[in-house]
Every structure is written in structure tokens, then in C-alpha cells.
């Protein structure tokens, strides 16, 4: 059966782009509408009523009946509300629709039913969803009809950001701003603005739907809470990059379309590291519409996997034993007529601006290394950063030998004379060519690593949103660029300005590089030898959006306002006791309810069948042996549910959210670890017809 695709055919048939805007509107509407898009303003309600009118239009010639003010909350998740078009009938009862400039630029919901961290009481309803022009409007088809979503910024009655969305288009244009002070230093009057580029890798694991179904785990908490390694997991090696089965191909074939129709532009898709792990990657967008490509691309996944009766586990550790999942966040800095700032051209060691510009986010990552790290902590991050398969939990910055080099060079004697340069790849084989080979390596341990013309940032957890990577990011950025730009314009030798800027950024700034492992024990002893956080989990790492620094830094860029930090930490510390909650209880429920029952009716069939075997005259010497070790185990795990049990009970008595999240962390976590344990030791001794669950073996090889 062929599965041919037109691509190009099909490829934003779902979007309002630029190119079908210009189809539905007048000249002078359309012309309107860009000129705002690019340089900023308000639309008239005049305009907007067409633009609005206009895209009814479209979405109901291609069978849409209702439209949505499409949002993220921060709940880490998209939300909508669906209206249809249709009006009052007229006089005559026929059905009219209407879709207005008012209701395309604002809508309204309750912004004291979605995460506020206090900003919005239960009787202070009323929040706002304002459209994202630079963000196309697309139509979802789903069983329940095809809908119109426009992309928009959520916010309260009294202005404060309750989204992702907002912090990230303020980043946005506080980076510009200041790269673009940047570049008028090297006489660039041409480029007029300066757009932070993303490109979001996403991976994924698939299993089956009906084995899926059985584990309440899976339900409830997106990862298996209990559960023994099959006999083989990654250790071979053998599937990463494998050969596609059938059915994950078929999925990845009905996935790619879905994508190309919402104009997101899936490239690269391979099996990953562990049996199971598969992954997807977009090219580079502009950071907004890659944050809400990416929702998309986590939402379409889950979709498509149901359609194939599988299920698609986001979360970042949904099988211990083997590797997480990240979101390798690729970001660079593009201005509107084509250069990028990351560039190091072909004499990096000459290259003064892209000198410049890498000093200043070395500068950048060093001085806000804690809220990088935040940015990248979620609940199920803790489970998989610091492990063999994502980067440690103390930040630093690969450069590479060549780049490092140059650092090193400028650090030691004011400039880089010397440039180590590629060399040739010969492959002594007349049919393959021989090839360059690039200046460096790259460093999958790495946290924050250049990797040619962009730094990828590896920490992120594969269930986040983007959002707060990329705030961070573009914020710290601009930050650095803003204090060289201080500096370097009030100076009266530019030049030497710029010169002294770049020194000083790499001498104070060095010790944030590092080419190495970063999974070993000697650069732990190291990173604390040069004043190197290690912010181990979530909750240590939430303080940060209260420190001084971090609230002056937003502040000064108007990115988030003291109260916007304070109440993003507060939801984050409930965020953490709400999902650990989650993961107890039902951990409590099926060691209660499954586990125990099972494997109590297992030891009482060994206990007859060892006194069958005694009254018939036989010694039951491995009945014995294996009776002895399931009670063993079966009453370490009934002292460890009971301790966890106990433990649960003090949680209503803790009501301060930070307190109680660092009691879920210090005291119910650990007791989670120790009840697994034993059942996981039962799980390899009992026998498999009896074993209430899906094993590991048939999750991750059943596919």
C-alpha cells in the first residue's frame, strides 16, 4: 500500500498564512495588517473586523463551525473555549454566522480557575485572552468538528501575565532591543530587528494502548512508579537509530501529516536511545511559534498514538533503568535580513562581533546559571537530570576546542592570533569522498553547548513547555548585551571598547566552560572548586525566582513584575505536592489493592503445594527457598507501605505551599523509593501469570 504524500500540497493547509491572508483580504487591509505584524501597534476595530470577517471566511469554507482564543495557562498545557459562529437568526429563522474584530482580538475567561499563585482570588474572575498576530491561526479538526484557533496572550483583569505566552513576547522584544543597540556598534544600520530562533527537539516513548490501560501508574502519573528492568534495555545499543517497525512508522507517517497540515515543519524523526524512545525535530521558527508549535506537536502525538491503539508517554523518566526524555531547546539570534549573531564565520578569532556577542552570553549564562537551571526544572525532570542519558544538574557552557581556544588565547594575552582550523577526513576508500571535518565535537553532556551557530540548551524536560527556557534565555541575553552596549557606546575609542568589554567578559567569565564529562565525579569536585551550583531538584531550584537578582533582572525588562515571580514560584511549589500527591497515592493504591492481594494468593499456593509435598514425603527444598524469600519481601513491602501511608497522613496539617512541596521532596519521596523496592524484587520472583501488571518487557517490547 503506498503511503505517498504532496507535501507540498498539504503542507499549512490548516493555517491562515500570510499567503492566503492576502488571498481573503483587500490590498490596503492586508498591507495594514503586515506593516503591524513587523513593527508593532494596535489594529483599529475597523480592520479588525475584516480580518476577522475574513478569516471566518476561510475557516468555513473548509467546514468550521466554531472558533477559540487559543492559550497556555500555566498549567503547562494548552486551554480553549469553543464558540460557534452562528448569530441570532433573522426574521425569516435562517441561521447567520459572524465572527467579529472584537471578539478575534479579545476574549474572556476565568482567570481564577486556571494557576494565578494568589494574583487572582476565587471571586475575581474575570482574565483576557488578546490575539498573537505573529502567530498564524490554524484549524484543529477533531471529532468534535473543525475549530478555528487563534493563537493568543492570556492575562488578569489587572494586567498580570497568567500564561507563557506574554513573559515570552516581552523577552522577545527586550532582546531586540539590546541586539540591536549591538549591532549599530559594527555599523549594521540595515537590520531592523533582531528574532530569537528555536528549534525544539521532542522525544517520546510509544507503548501499547491495552497494556497502557492496566497500569494505573501510566493513568494517573505518566510513568511507571513501580516496575523491574527487562532483561535487555539500551545496552546493545542496537535501537538507536534502528530500523523503524511497521507500526511506529505508521504512526510517524499519520503524525507528519497531521503536522504538515497545522504548517509545523517536522524534519527529523529516528528511534532514540532505549527501546521504545523515539523522537521527533521541527526546524528552526521564530520562539513564539515554536513554543506553540511544540504544545502542538505534544497534543498531535497523543492524538495520533490513540488512533494507532498505542499511548505516547511524555514524561521525562516513564521507565527507570533506562533513558528519560528531553527537549533539547536549539536557540539562536537571527535579524530580519538574514544574519545570524552566532555565526563565528570563517575567522571566529577576528570575528569581533560574534566575539562580542559570545562573551556576553557566556557573561549571560554564568551570572544567571541558577535560573537557567530553574527554567529547565519540572516534576519529572528530577527523575532524569544528572543521569547517563541528560546533562548534570550544575550548569556550564561548551564551546568546543576552537572556540575555547580563542577564549583561552584572549584570557591569557588580550587577543587570538592563532586559529585552530579544520582539517581533512580521509576516508582511504576511492568510492566515499573525503570530507572536512567540523573544528570541534560536540558534547552531549553538556547543559548549554555551542554547536556551530546556535547553543542547545539540553536540559529541558520532554512534558515542559518552552516557555520558560526561553524567557530565561532571551532575558539573561539581553541583560549582557544591554551592560556592553552601556559601556561600548559612551566610550571614545569604540573599538578598544569592544575589545576590553570582550576580555573582561572571558577572564571573569571562564569558569563557566568546561569541554568534559559532565557526568564525572571529578568535574562535581570541580565545578564546586570554581563556585558551580548543583541545584539538584525542583524545589531547590524555585527559590531563585525570588532572589534579588532575578527579580531586578525581569524587572529592568519588564518581563515579569515581582508579584509575577512570586506567584510563578508559588504555583510551582503546589505544583510539585499536587504531582508527588498524585504519584503516592497511587503508588499506595496499587500496592494495596493489586500488588498485595496478588501476591499474597501466590504464597498461599506455594504454602499448600509445600505442605502437599511434605505430607507426601518430599522435601520442598526451592518451594521452601522461594515461600521464604516472597513472605520476605511481601512484609518489607508491607512495612514500607505503611511508612508512606503514615507519612501521607501529615500532609492536610501542612498549609504553607513551599513547606509542604519541600515535605513531599525530604520525606514522602524517599519512602515512595523504599516501597518500591520490594516490589520490584517481587516482580522478578513471582510468577509472571500472576503478576498483576505489565512488566517492563511487555511495555517497552510489545510495540
Known amino acids: 500500500m503506498s503511503n505517498a504524500v504532496n507535501v507540498e500540497e498539504i503542507f499549512a493547509k490548516n493555517v491562515f498564512t500570510i499567503e492566503k491572508m492576502k488571498e481573503y483580504l483587500p490590498d490596503d487591509v492586508f498591507n495594514e495588517v503586515m506593516t503591524i505584524r513587523s513593527e508593532g501597534g494596535e489594529l483599529p476595530l475597523k480592520t479588525a473586523d475584516i480580518v476577522a470577517n475574513a478569516m471566518k471566511d476561510w475557516a468555513v469554507s473548509k467546514g468550521a463551525t466554531h472558533f477559540t482564543h487559543w492559550f497556555q495557562p500555566l498549567t503547562g498545557i494548552t486551554a480553549e473555549k469553543h464558540d460557534a459562529f452562528i448569530k441570532h437568526p433573522d426574521e425569516e429563522g435562517r441561521c447567520l454566522l459572524e465572527f467579529s474584530g472584537k471578539e478575534l482580538i479579545k476574549g474572556e475567561s476565568d482567570a481564577s480557575s486556571f494557576p494565578s499563585g494568589g494574583l487572582r482570588a476565587t471571586f475575581e474572575a474575570r482574565g483576557y485572552t488578546a490575539w498573537d498576530m505573529s502567530s498564524p491561526a490554524f484549524l484543529k479538526e477533531d471529532a468534535i468538528g473543525i475549530i478555528l484557533c487563534i493563537p493568543t496572550a492570556f492575562c488578569s483583569y489587572k494586567g498580570e501575565a497568567l500564561d507563557m505566552k506574554t513573559p515570552l513576547l516581552r523577552s522577545m522584544e527586550a532582546v531586540n532591543t539590546q541586539a540591536l543597540r549591538l549591532l549599530r556598534l559594527f555599523g549594521n544600520n540595515t537590520s531592523k530587528k533582531v528574532i530569537p530562533s528555536v528549534g525544539a527537539e521532542q522525544e517520546y516513548f510509544l507503548v501499547d494502548r491495552k497494556n497502557y490501560l492496566r497500569r494505573e501508574d501510566l493513568i494517573f502519573a505518566g510513568r511507571t512508579l513501580f516496575g523491574s528492568p527487562a532483561p535487555k534495555g539500551q545496552e546493545l545499543d542496537d535501537h538507536y537509530y534502528g530500523t523503524i517497525q511497521e507500526r511506529i512508522g505508521a504512526f510517524m507517517h499519520d503524525l507528519n501529516i497531521e503536522l504538515w497540515k497545522l504548517g509545523v515543519t517536522a524534519k527529523t524523526q529516528h528511534n532514540e536511545v532505549a527501546p521504545a524512545q523515539h523522537e521527533l525535530a521541527p ?87 541558577d535560573l537557567l537551571r530553574q527554567s529547565a526544572s519540572c516534576v519529572g525532570n528530577d527523575e532524569r537530570l544528572g543521569g547517563n542519558e541528560a546533562p548534570p544538574c550544575i550548569i556550564s557552557v561548551f564551546l568546543g576546542e576552537q572556540l575555547e581556544d580563542i577564549v583561552n588565547q584572549i584570557v591569557e594575552f588580550g587577543e587570538a592570533s592563532n586559529l585552530k582550523g579544520n582539517t581533512t577526513f580521509k576516508t582511504g576508500v576511492s568510492a566515499l569522498p573525503d570530507f572536512e571535518i567540523d573544528a570541534t565535537d560536540r558534547n552531549r553532556t553538556s547543559p548549554f553547548a555551542f554547536t556551530g551557530n546556535k547553543f542547545e540548551f539540553r536540559s529541558v524536560g520532554s512534558s515542559d513547555s518552552i516557555g520558560s527556557p526561553n524567557i530565561a534565555i532571551n532575558t539573561i541575553a539581553a541583560e549582557a548585551f544591554c551592560e ?24 571573569k567569565h571562564q569558569r563557566i566552560i568546561f569541554s568534559g564529562d559532565g557526568y564525572s565525579e571529578g568535574w562535581r569536585k570541580e565545578a564546586e572548586k570554581r563556585g558551580l551550583k548543583s541545584i539538584n531538584t525542583m524545589v531547590d531550584a524555585i527559590a531563585t525566582l525570588s532572589d534579588e537578582k ?72 526451592v518451594q521452601m527457598g522461594l515461600l521464604n524469600d516472597v513472605n520476605k519481601e511481601l512484609t518489607n513491602l508491607d512495612t514500607a507501605l505503611a511508612a508512606l501511608k503514615m507519612a501521607m497522613d501529615n500532609v492536610k496539617d501542612i498549609k504553607n505551599e513551599k513547606e509542604l512541596a519541600e515535605f513531599f ?39
Open 484 to 507: 556592553a552596549c552601556d559601556v561600548i557606546e559612551n566610550a571614545a575609542d569604540k573599538k578598544e571598547a569592544i575589545h576590553n568589554v570582550i576580555t573582561e567578559n572571558f577572564t
Open 665 to 703: 521532596k525530604d520525606t514522602i519521596v524517599p519512602k515512595m523509593k523504599r516501597l518500591r523496592v520490594p516490589v520490584d524484587n517481587l516482580e522478578r520472583i513471582v510468577d509472571k501469570r500472576v503478576w498483576p501488571l505489565p512488566t517492563y518487557a511487555d511495555l517497552m517490547f510489545e510495540v
Open 550 to 621: 532575578t527579580v531586578q533582572l525581569f524587572e529592568k525588562f519588564q518581563i515579569f513584575t515581582k508579584a509575577e515571580l512570586e506567584s510563578r514560584a508559588e504555583i510551582l511549589y503546589e505544583t510539585y505536592a499536587k504531582t508527588i500527591n498524585i504519584e503516592a497515592r497511587t503508588m499506595i493504591d496499587m500496592a494495596s489493592r493489586q500488588i498485595v492481594p496478588a501476591v499474597a494468593t501466590y504464597s498461599g499456593r506455594l504454602a499448600n503445594t509445600v505442605n502437599e509435598m511434605i505430607q507426601a514425603g518430599v522435601t520442598p527444598v
Open 283 to 369: 526546524i528552526y521558527e521564530i520562539a513564539n511559534i515554536a513554543m506553540d508549535h511544540n504544545q502542538l506537536i505534544m497534543e498531535v502525538m497523543k492524538k495520533v498514538a490513540i488512533r494507532h491503539d498505542m499511548a505516547c508517554l511524555l514524561h521525562e523518566k516513564p521507565f527507570a533503568g533506562v533513558n528519560g526524555s528531553g527537549k533539547h531547546n536549539n536557540w539562536s539570534l537571527t535579524t530580519d535580513d538574514g544574519i545570524n549573531l552566532l555565526d563565528p564565520g570563517d575567522s571566529p578569532n577576528e570575528n569581533l562581533q560574534f566575539l562580542l556577542v559570545l562573551s556576553c552570553l557566556i557573561k549571560a549564562v554564568d551570572k544567571h546559571a
